[in-house]
Protein backbone atom coordinates (compact mmCIF):
# COMPACT_ATOMS: atom_id res chain seq x y z
CA UNK A 1 0.00 0.00 0.00
CA UNK A 2 2.81 2.58 0.94
CA UNK A 3 3.49 4.76 -1.68
CA UNK A 4 7.60 5.36 -1.03
CA UNK A 5 9.03 3.03 1.49
CA UNK A 6 12.36 3.36 2.43
CA UNK A 7 14.31 0.36 4.46
CA UNK A 8 15.77 0.99 7.14
CA UNK A 9 14.29 3.08 8.95
CA UNK A 10 16.73 3.54 11.89
CA UNK A 11 20.40 2.54 11.21
CA UNK A 12 23.16 2.96 13.87
CA UNK A 13 26.35 1.95 12.84
CA UNK A 14 30.10 3.08 13.54
CA UNK A 15 32.35 5.52 12.14
CA UNK A 16 33.82 4.02 8.61
CA UNK A 17 31.84 1.85 7.53
CA UNK A 18 29.97 1.05 4.53
CA UNK A 19 26.25 1.18 4.39
CA UNK A 20 23.35 1.40 2.27
CA UNK A 21 19.30 2.59 2.28
CA UNK A 22 16.57 1.12 -0.48
CA UNK A 23 13.89 3.19 -1.89
CA UNK A 24 11.23 1.67 -3.56
CA UNK A 25 7.72 3.77 -5.24
CA UNK A 26 4.90 1.98 -6.72
CA UNK A 27 3.20 5.11 -7.87
CA UNK A 28 4.07 4.53 -11.29
CA UNK A 29 6.70 7.77 -11.19
CA UNK A 30 9.61 8.55 -13.21
CA UNK A 31 12.15 10.22 -11.11
CA UNK A 32 13.66 9.16 -7.56
CA UNK A 33 15.42 11.48 -5.74
CA UNK A 34 17.62 11.35 -2.17
CA UNK A 35 16.97 14.55 0.35
CA UNK A 36 18.96 14.71 3.53
CA UNK A 37 18.06 16.59 6.50
CA UNK A 38 20.56 17.75 9.15
CA UNK A 39 19.94 18.44 12.92
CA UNK A 40 18.17 21.89 12.60
CA UNK A 41 15.54 20.48 9.77
CA UNK A 42 17.71 21.77 6.82
CA UNK A 43 16.67 19.82 3.61
CA UNK A 44 19.16 19.90 0.70
CA UNK A 45 18.51 17.55 -2.36
CA UNK A 46 21.27 15.31 -3.48
CA UNK A 47 20.43 13.25 -6.00
CA UNK A 48 17.91 12.83 -8.57
CA UNK A 49 17.42 10.26 -11.51
CA UNK A 50 14.89 10.04 -14.40
CA UNK A 51 14.05 6.94 -15.98
CA UNK A 52 17.18 5.67 -13.87
CA UNK A 53 19.57 8.31 -15.22
CA UNK A 54 21.42 11.02 -13.47
CA UNK A 55 19.99 14.14 -13.39
CA UNK A 56 20.75 16.14 -10.29
CA UNK A 57 23.95 15.52 -8.48
CA UNK A 58 24.31 18.06 -5.93
CA UNK A 59 27.66 18.99 -4.38
CA UNK A 60 27.85 15.52 -2.56
CA UNK A 61 30.72 13.73 -1.32
CA UNK A 62 31.56 10.80 -3.79
CA UNK A 63 31.70 8.59 -0.96
CA UNK A 64 27.49 8.80 -1.65
CA UNK A 65 26.78 6.58 -4.39
CA UNK A 66 23.02 6.46 -5.86
CA UNK A 67 22.11 3.49 -7.50
CA UNK A 68 18.72 2.96 -9.37
CA UNK A 69 18.43 -0.42 -11.65
CA UNK A 70 15.44 -0.02 -12.26
CA UNK A 71 12.68 3.17 -12.27
CA UNK A 72 11.24 2.14 -9.04
CA UNK A 73 14.21 1.46 -7.12
CA UNK A 74 16.89 4.63 -6.05
CA UNK A 75 19.13 3.10 -3.47
CA UNK A 76 22.07 5.10 -1.95
CA UNK A 77 25.24 3.50 -0.75
CA UNK A 78 27.67 5.27 1.91
CA UNK A 79 31.14 4.67 1.91
CA UNK A 80 33.72 5.24 4.85
CA UNK A 81 30.94 6.78 7.24
CA UNK A 82 31.81 10.12 9.15
CA UNK A 83 30.18 11.76 12.07
CA UNK A 84 28.46 14.15 10.21
CA UNK A 85 26.31 11.79 7.97
CA UNK A 86 24.37 11.72 10.54
CA UNK A 87 20.88 12.82 9.65
CA UNK A 88 17.70 12.13 7.71
CA UNK A 89 17.66 10.89 4.84
CA UNK A 90 14.51 11.09 2.87
CA UNK A 91 13.29 9.48 -0.50
CA UNK A 92 10.96 10.59 -2.66
CA UNK A 93 9.10 10.26 -6.23
CA UNK A 94 7.60 12.12 -9.00
CA UNK A 95 6.13 12.06 -12.79
CA UNK A 96 8.10 15.13 -13.91
CA UNK A 97 5.86 17.25 -15.79
CA UNK A 98 6.02 17.31 -19.58
CA UNK A 99 7.27 20.75 -21.23
CA UNK A 100 4.09 21.30 -22.75
CA UNK A 101 2.34 21.07 -19.65
CA UNK A 102 2.04 24.24 -16.58
CA UNK A 103 1.54 21.67 -14.07
CA UNK A 104 4.07 21.43 -10.93
CA UNK A 105 6.25 18.55 -10.30
CA UNK A 106 5.10 17.44 -6.73
CA UNK A 107 6.79 15.00 -5.03
CA UNK A 108 5.76 12.56 -2.81
CA UNK A 109 8.58 11.19 0.47
CA UNK A 110 9.25 8.60 2.64
CA UNK A 111 8.80 8.19 5.74
CA UNK A 112 12.86 8.85 6.20
CA UNK A 113 15.53 6.77 7.41
CA UNK A 114 17.59 8.00 10.12
CA UNK A 115 21.29 7.68 10.20
CA UNK A 116 23.16 8.05 13.01
CA UNK A 117 27.10 7.44 13.27
CA UNK A 118 29.00 6.88 16.53
CA UNK B 1 20.77 29.97 -7.86
CA UNK B 2 16.97 29.70 -6.56
CA UNK B 3 16.54 30.24 -3.11
CA UNK B 4 13.20 30.23 -0.56
CA UNK B 5 13.61 32.20 3.30
CA UNK B 6 11.02 31.30 5.99
CA UNK B 7 10.23 32.58 9.47
CA UNK B 8 12.50 30.74 12.22
CA UNK B 9 10.39 29.13 14.64
CA UNK B 10 9.12 27.92 16.70
CA UNK B 11 6.25 29.75 16.52
CA UNK B 12 3.84 28.81 19.83
CA UNK B 13 0.42 29.46 19.39
CA UNK B 14 -2.68 28.83 21.48
CA UNK B 15 -5.62 26.73 19.60
CA UNK B 16 -8.08 28.17 17.28
CA UNK B 17 -5.40 31.74 16.79
CA UNK B 18 -4.27 32.56 13.87
CA UNK B 19 -1.00 31.19 12.20
CA UNK B 20 1.06 33.10 9.82
CA UNK B 21 4.21 31.45 9.10
CA UNK B 22 5.89 33.93 6.21
CA UNK B 23 7.68 32.74 3.17
CA UNK B 24 9.71 34.51 0.15
CA UNK B 25 11.60 33.49 -2.74
CA UNK B 26 14.48 34.46 -5.40
CA UNK B 27 13.91 32.54 -8.53
CA UNK B 28 14.19 33.64 -12.42
CA UNK B 29 11.27 32.99 -14.66
CA UNK B 30 7.94 31.23 -12.98
CA UNK B 31 8.59 28.98 -10.30
CA UNK B 32 6.04 26.45 -8.95
CA UNK B 33 5.26 27.33 -5.41
CA UNK B 34 4.39 24.91 -2.47
CA UNK B 35 3.69 24.58 1.22
CA UNK B 36 4.96 20.98 3.03
CA UNK B 37 4.03 20.08 6.19
CA UNK B 38 6.53 17.22 8.31
CA UNK B 39 4.23 15.76 11.41
CA UNK B 40 6.57 14.35 14.13
CA UNK B 41 8.45 11.07 13.01
CA UNK B 42 6.93 11.05 9.61
CA UNK B 43 8.29 12.36 6.06
CA UNK B 44 6.67 15.22 4.20
CA UNK B 45 3.12 15.86 3.02
CA UNK B 46 2.18 18.19 0.35
CA UNK B 47 0.03 20.95 2.10
CA UNK B 48 -1.08 23.26 -0.75
CA UNK B 49 0.15 24.40 -4.03
CA UNK B 50 0.15 27.51 -6.75
CA UNK B 51 1.62 27.21 -10.54
CA UNK B 52 1.18 30.56 -11.19
CA UNK B 53 0.83 34.66 -9.90
CA UNK B 54 -2.37 35.28 -8.12
CA UNK B 55 -2.66 31.61 -7.79
CA UNK B 56 -4.38 30.67 -4.21
CA UNK B 57 -3.60 26.74 -2.90
CA UNK B 58 -6.00 26.14 0.23
CA UNK B 59 -5.85 22.27 1.90
CA UNK B 60 -7.18 21.30 5.36
CA UNK B 61 -7.60 25.25 6.38
CA UNK B 62 -4.65 26.62 5.28
CA UNK B 63 -4.21 28.59 2.43
CA UNK B 64 -1.17 30.53 0.24
CA UNK B 65 -1.55 32.68 -2.28
CA UNK B 66 1.46 33.31 -5.02
CA UNK B 67 2.45 36.99 -5.14
CA UNK B 68 4.89 37.45 -8.13
CA UNK B 69 4.89 41.44 -7.27
CA UNK B 70 6.11 40.49 -3.34
CA UNK B 71 7.85 37.19 -4.27
CA UNK B 72 6.46 35.92 -1.43
CA UNK B 73 4.18 32.51 -0.65
CA UNK B 74 2.79 33.33 3.09
CA UNK B 75 0.54 30.38 4.39
CA UNK B 76 -2.08 31.39 6.58
CA UNK B 77 -4.81 29.48 8.93
CA UNK B 78 -7.60 30.91 10.44
CA UNK B 79 -7.84 28.75 13.70
CA UNK B 80 -5.17 26.10 14.32
CA UNK B 81 -5.49 22.71 16.33
CA UNK B 82 -3.11 21.04 18.36
CA UNK B 83 -2.95 18.37 15.64
CA UNK B 84 -1.66 21.04 13.63
CA UNK B 85 1.39 21.31 15.13
CA UNK B 86 4.01 20.00 12.35
CA UNK B 87 7.40 21.56 10.55
CA UNK B 88 6.33 23.36 7.78
CA UNK B 89 8.30 24.34 4.81
CA UNK B 90 7.61 26.18 2.24
CA UNK B 91 9.61 25.22 -1.96
CA UNK B 92 9.78 25.83 -5.04
CA UNK B 93 10.55 23.86 -8.74
CA UNK B 94 11.53 25.66 -12.04
CA UNK B 95 11.28 23.52 -15.05
CA UNK B 96 14.17 25.45 -16.03
CA UNK B 97 16.42 24.21 -13.12
CA UNK B 98 15.49 20.31 -13.87
CA UNK B 99 12.48 20.56 -11.64
CA UNK B 100 14.40 20.60 -8.20
CA UNK B 101 12.40 21.20 -5.29
CA UNK B 102 14.18 23.75 -3.27
CA UNK B 103 13.26 24.23 0.52
CA UNK B 104 13.24 26.81 2.22
CA UNK B 105 14.60 25.79 6.57
CA UNK B 106 11.38 25.30 7.72
CA UNK B 107 9.30 26.52 10.54
CA UNK B 108 8.16 24.58 13.22
CA UNK B 109 4.77 25.10 15.07
CA UNK B 110 3.83 23.87 18.21
CA UNK B 111 -0.16 24.55 19.24
CA UNK B 112 -1.19 24.79 22.63
CA UNK B 113 -4.67 23.23 24.03
Wanted: proline share 4%; net charge positive.
Amino acid sequence: DTAVSQTPKYLVTQMGNDKSIKCEQNLGHDTMYWYKQDSKKFLKIMFSYNNKELIINETVPNRFSPKSPDKAHLNLHINSLELGDSAVYFCASSHIPGQSFSGANVLTFGAGSRLTVL
Amino acid sequence: GDSVTQMEGPVTLSEEAFLTINCTYTATGYPSLFWYVQYPGEGLQLLLKATKADDKGSNKGFEATYRKETTSFHLEKGSVQVSDSAVYFCALTRKAAGNKLTFGGGTRVLVKP
